[in-house]
């Protein structure tokens, strides 16, 4: 994070790799971590795909539907809820991958 100036605030805990988990506002989030890194064919993976390079912007539009999901029930009603979570929770993942 030094290295790009990042602004964003320090981490307050360390998980263990590869398997880790903490809770943030009554949501268990899971670290999977792999020794050797694979593509598993998903639903953002496109194995007839020319390149690989598109996968990861499929996979944070993925990771981002899926938080917007698990939030709705909780916090649908409040204002703003379906214009700004997605957009926000695409935020989220790619600041979670930038910390790596």
């Known amino acids: 994070m030094e290295l790009s100036h990042s602004s964003f605030p320090r981490p307050t805990d ?11 506002e009554g949501t268990t989030v899971e670290l999977h971590g792999f020794e050797w890194a694979a593509h598993p064919f998903s639903g953002f993976v496109d194995p007839g795909a020319s390149a ?22 909780k916090y649908g009603r409040l204002y703003g809820f379906e214009e700004a979570t997605l957009p926000n929770a695409e935020m989220v993942a790619w600041a979670t991958y930038e910390y790596r």
């Open 14 to 24: 360390l998980l263990d790799w590869p398997r880790d988990r903490f809770t943030f």
């Open 52 to 73: 690989h390079t598109g996968f990861l912007a499929d996979f944070f539009a993925t990771v981002s539907r899926g938080a917007t999901d698990a939030l709705r029930p």
